[in-house]
């Protein structure tokens, strides 16, 4: 059996390792990692080898990036999954995310639509939240939600939608995410399907790598509107009038 290449290293099966040992070593040595396969599963992973204190968690992530990172799962089973463990994760279409750390850039244009959002709804009944923070999107036909976490969320329900244990269970009016290599598809596909479906009324996606601010506008679980604006522009709200952000303000802060 031939290894198969992905994005972190190869998968090969146990038989494979055993008659080319060696050569897996040097590709380890690498920096490249190897998953071993048995029967068609994936049953270990060789990585290469960091300091003591570094492979312990470097293996528990990744340990548990294949334990649960693309698994489908029950919304019950999901739950269950996240109030016993320390990493964020998502459950979108049934299939469990790990979400990463984000990156300086990223920060800093959420820092700064923070600012923009907060001041704008300060003396407004919407309150504004920042990721992480869970959000169960139950989508127009769909049984089982979505739990997401939205880099920022403009939420005008929060009155009687707050459960026993503190947390919000409402629909946002407003949504916000920016885009990383990492999060794209899933931020462009997966995610503007579920907000759609499920009764979100706007949608801003922040591009960092093309400095555009796309906003979409939903109306009965369809796109409505659509707007593209560039770092020139100022990206204003449909749904609430007054609120904006300029572009040159936000894709200027790594300068």
Request: aromatic content about 12%.
């Amino acid at each position: 059996m031939q290894s198969i290449e992905y994005k972190e290293g190869v998968v090969i099966s146990a038989t494979e390792l055993k008659q080319n040992l060696g050569k897996y070593l040097d590709y380890i040595e690498e920096q490249n990692d190897v998953v071993i396969s048995k029967n068609g599963n994936k049953i270990a992973r060789l990585t290469p080898y960091v300091t003591d204190i570094e492979q312990y968690f470097t293996v528990r992530e990744n340990a548990l990036d294949y334990q649960y990172g693309g698994k489908k799962v029950s919304y019950e089973e999901f739950m269950e999954i996240y109030e016993k463990s320390t990493l964020r994760m998502e459950l979108i279409n049934g299939e469990i995310y790990l979400l990463a750390s984000p990156n300086m850039g990223h920060q800093e244009i959420l820092g700064g639509l923070y600012l923009v959002f907060s001041e704008y709804f300060k003396e407004k009944k919407c309150r504004v939240f920042l990721a992480p923070f869970d959000v169960h999107f139950r989508k127009k036909d769909i049984k089982e939600p979505d739990v997401m976490q939205p880099d920022i969320l403009v939420a005008c329900d929060v009155e009687g939608n707050v459960n026993v244990k503190g947390k919000y269970m409402g629909t946002p009016t407003l949504v916000v995410e920016i885009l990383s290599e990492s999060t794209r598809s899933k931020d462009m596909i997966d995610k503007l399907n579920t907000y759609r479906l499920s009764g979100v009324k706007e949608y801003w996606v922040i591009d960092p790598k093309q400095e555009k601010i796309m906003i979409y506008e939903f109306d009965n679980c369809e796109i409505d509107r659509f707007h593209v604006y560039g770092k020139e522009d100022v990206a204003h709200s449909i749904a609430f009038t007054g609120l904006s952000a300029e572009g040159k303000e936000l894709f200027n802060v790594m300068r």
